[in-house]
């Protein structure tokens, strides 16, 4: 048996990847040939990935690790008996991994820093050689970022929202119709629906809805509803919400047709009229490498 250190290399499917590589997409082909804007920096995005992650297996490669590679953060995987769990490609594939990672810490790789977020990937291609050897190591700063339980209907349907849930009509342009419970309050709401998150994901969408940033050491969960419907000038008493870590949310569902989004827009949970739901602090933080609590700190 081998007694090199395991490491899950989880690798982000690039839009060139998807669909012209992988689907022959003859709307995408056809716009990139006239080079139309929408599609101006796939060439170049997917370039940058492709030289990310080759530097990355060389890496590991020569810290004579094993590697097992995902291809697509969509993919099921289980990272059992890993060293390190890394991801390469930007917040958005580090999120779709983190829901299969438990105890394992977390690295995460910015592979085209000028087209997408990496927020939480302390990675990149100038300083790949230096943090993935401290991450093998032990030396590598470590935190713990808080995730959130949701619970519908009395059954835990995740214990490993890192980011935040958007909890919603499943048509946009629907009202949201909900009863909102906390800390002994009562509301019953209309609204685009709400967001609701952890420190981790107050900088987000939370944020641009009008939240607060929390610092990433936080335990708090924080609920921002999205454009409160509020007739003849009332207000919400429950339109933004700081919540405890050993406090819940509970919503009541007054729609025949709700959804909750978690960590965007791939891992969603449908419900129906009357279905509850309850929002609380997990139990399972997430260890990710290389980052501070102090906001955009990054040990380099």
């Given at each position: 048996m081998s007694s090199a250190p395991l490491v899950v290399l989880v690798?982000?499917?690039?839009?060139?990847?998807?669909?012209?590589r992988d689907?022959?997409?003859e709307r995408a082909i056809e716009l990139l040939a006239r080079h139309d804007p929408v599609v101006a920096r796939w060439r170049k995005a997917d370039k940058a990935h492709q030289q990310t992650l080759d530097q990355v297996q060389n890496e590991l490669a020569r810290l004579g690790t094993e590697i097992r590679l995902v291809t697509s953060p969509a993919e099921r995987f289980t990272p059992r008996g890993a060293a390190l769990v890394m991801t390469v490609g930007g917040d958005g594939t580090l999120l779709a991994a983190s829901h299969r990672v438990g105890e394992q810490p977390l690295l995460g790789v910015?592979?085209?820093?000028?087209?997408s977020v990496g927020y939480f990937c302390a990675a990149n291609s100038g300083n790949l050689r230096s943090l993935i050897a401290r991450a093998?190591?032990?030396?590598l700063q470590r935190l713990r970022l808080t995730r959130m339980n949701v619970i519908v209907n009395e059954r835990l349907r995740s214990a490993r929202v890192l980011n935040e849930v958007l909890y919603t009509h499943s048509i946009p342009a629907a009202v949201s119709r909900y009863i909102l419970e906390f800390d002994g309050q009562r509301e019953e709401q209309?609204?685009?629906?709400?967001?609701i998150g952890t420190a981790a994901g107050s900088t987000g969408a939370i944020r641009s809805a009008g939240g607060r940033v929390l610092s990433?050491?936080?335990?708090?969960?924080?609920?921002?509803?999205?454009?409160?419907y509020t007739p003849f000038g009332a207000t919400l008493a429950m339109r933004r919400l700081i919540v405890a870590a050993n406090a819940a949310v509970t919503v009541s569902t007054k729609m025949d047709r709700g959804v909750?989004?978690?960590d965007g827009p791939f891992r969603r949970i449908q419900l129906r009229l009357g279905d509850v739901v309850r929002f609380t602090v997990s139990d399972e933080s997430l260890t990710v490498l290389g980052l501070s609590a102090r906001r955009r700190k990054l040990v380099l």
């Open positions: 690798a982000k499917r690039s839009q060139y990847q998807r669909h012209v689907r022959r997409d910015n592979s085209s820093p000028e087209h093998l190591d032990g030396t209309r609204s685009s629906g709400f967001w990433l050491a936080s335990h708090q969960l924080e609920l921002v509803v999205r454009e409160p909750l989004f978690l």
